[in-house]
């Protein structure tokens, strides 16, 4: 019998780090495993605070979790996983990580990665081996929103808006990692000049797996950064310069900071050798250079896709020269390399938890709330609250507003704010979507949901393909095997490879009556247009 060959994906999320093996010539999922930051005993003691996973800001708009916290979570989860599979299976890793989050590491960096190839290094932990390697104890993650200021001086000193769109393929957006680390050169002068190489989130993990803390970065992850190049695929001399303009060293600096770029499906290395000491991997196992959670999502599907977690992020496929040019959609590459445009709102699910924690219930407490939302009338409710600054549209935060509810109670509140949420990924994503009669993907935890599927399909107008669990844990697993078969030369065809791993479920066809209530003359769409825009009026997004 032939030994199985395995592809690992693990997913680095804002609540989460999860991991998914898949048999790669049996092409079906082994097993799912998730540890949750907060939930977990050995990663609840690095500060991060309820409900929103981050270390407490500073200022407003600040949104960092601690690095420490990602090498304690990939010790836990390869030592459950050991007890569950044969990690010498396991022939590559790959990684999502949440997009734009970014670790700073310092000049020693390159020797203190090194020493996990050093024998006796698994005697010890990740924490230990690497904390002096550690340029900044936070890394920034995509709810930063602090960078107004930033955001209009690169706009300005790369030549304006529709410059900045055309060469990177988007506007300014406050997450944005160049925007952010210019914020932090300027807070934290100490730390920018401590720092020796910046990696995303999605490239630091892979960093640690091979012991080499100047891996590349992926294009695709590299779009969400305001800094590359976008039909070029390098980093940009007029957007480096702009970025780094004023800071100590200006662009030649900056640039020595940034690794260099590589495909995500390309393999950076091999497994450290901590790693198969310690976990029992083989020493053979390669290490693919990973990619954002959007660009991994996206790996599932060839069309458009809406996927639904603590953000929303609506992704449609295009022709890799389409642009926003309102400055509301970016276009980016998914994890094997194929381009595609989407919008993020910041104020996703975890704004739907906070409305079930008015009425006294628990994060994952959802079965009285579905139960309150099958008893609320479709497009009827509104209810718009926006708890965290937002970049789509870019508006201040703003309270729990209510508008002609009159007797707010859980089943008003809990639609209400599920319909305005849907509805402003929806409104906000015209420019760069179409009227489509082809099925739009759906993935994250709230597709479970009838009711929450019933109105994303009357608010789109169309056919929902419900994509299942495994999200960006096993789009990484599946670019995984893209970017081992490219260095053992076999054939892969991506769309025939996700078929088989993600069987699509039962179409949901959106009901007429709930159609008209969203589009007619007046109707929900058309009142919520209304209300976002005097609230935001009201609170404009401040520098």
């Not at 294009?219 to 100590?248: E, I, Q, V």
């Amino acid at each position: 019998m032939a030994k199985p060959r395995l592809a690992l994906g693990l997913d680095i999320s804002t609540q989460s780090l999860s991991a998914l093996v898949l048999d790669i010539d049996e092409r079906k999922k082994l097993i799912e495993l998730s540890l949750d930051y907060l939930k977990d005993r050995r990663l609840n003691t690095f500060g991060i605070r309820e409900p929103d996973y981050i270390l407490p800001p500073r200022s407003d708009g600040e949104a960092d979790q601690p690095p420490l916290m990602f090498l304690a979570a990939l010790d836990a989860i390869f030592s459950d996983l050991k007890k569950s599979i044969s990690l010498e299976d396991v022939v590559v890793i790959n990684t999502s990580g949440q997009q734009h989050g970014h670790v700073y590491l310092n000049p020693k960096a390159p020797s203190v990665f090194a020493a996990l190839n050093d024998d006796g290094s698994e005697r010890t932990d990740l924490i230990k081996l690497l904390k002096d390697g550690l340029a900044y104890e936070r890394a920034p993650i995509w709810m930063t929103a602090d960078t107004s200021k930033q955001a209009a001086f690169i706009k300005k000193a790369v030549g304006g808006k529709e410059k900045l769109i055309k060469l990177s393929g988007s506007d300014a957006q406050l997450r944005f990692t160049g925007l952010v680390i210019r914020r932090t050169a300027e807070r934290f002068p100490d730390a920018y000049a401590r720092t020796g190489v910046i990696q995303l989130i999605s490239s630091f993990i892979p960093a640690v797996l091979t012991g080499n803390a100047n891996v590349p970065i992926d294009f695709s992850n590299a779009c969400g950064m305001t800094l590359m190049d976008y039909r070029r695929k390098n980093w940009s001399d007029a957007l480096l310069r702009a970025a780094s303009r004023g800071l100590p060293g200006g662009k030649s600096a900056f640039r020595l900071k940034l690794p260099e770029i590589t495909a995500p499906d390309a393999v950076v290395g091999e497994i450290a050798l901590y790693f198969t000491k310690k976990y029992g991997f083989s020493r053979e196992c390669r290490i693919a250079a990973g990619s954002g959670d959007n660009p991994q999502s996206k790996v599932l599907v060839s069309g458009d896709l809406l996927s639904l977690g603590s953000s929303f992020v609506f992704m449609v496929a295009t022709d890799g020269k389409s642009r926003d040019m309102t400055g509301g959609a970016c276009a980016m590459y998914d994890g094997v390399g194929r381009p595609f445009m989407f919008g993020c709102r910041t104020n996703g699910a975890l704004v739907w938890d906070q409305v079930r924690a008015l009425y006294g219930m628990h994060k994952e407490d959802y079965a009285p709330a579905e139960a309150a939302l099958n008893q609320a009338p479709v497009g009827r409710n509104l209810v718009l609250w926006q708890p965290r600054d937002e970049s789509f549209p870019a508006s201040g935060k703003f309270d729990l507003a209510r508008i002609n509810v009159h007797k707010p109670n859980l089943a008003s509140d809990y639609a209400g704010i599920i319909e305005s949420s849907l509805a402003a990924v929806y409104y906000h994503s015209r420019a760069f979507s179409r009227s489509s009669g082809e099925p739009l993907h759906v993935t994250g935890g709230p597709a479970s949901s009838p009711g929450i599927m019933r109105r994303v399909a009357a608010i789109w107008n169309r056919p929902l393909a419900v994509t299942g669990k495994g999200g960006a844990a096993l789009g990484a697993a599946v670019a995984g095997v893209s970017a081992y078969f490219k260095s053992t030369g076999e054939k892969f065809r991506v769309e025939d490879y996700t078929a088989a791993v993600l069987p699509r479920g039962t179409i949901i066809e959106p009901q007429r009556d709930d159609v008209t209530a969203f589009h007619r003359p007046d109707g929900y769409l058309e009142q919520f247009a209304a209300g976002e825009a005097r609230i935001i009026a009201e609170h404009p997004l401040l520098g």
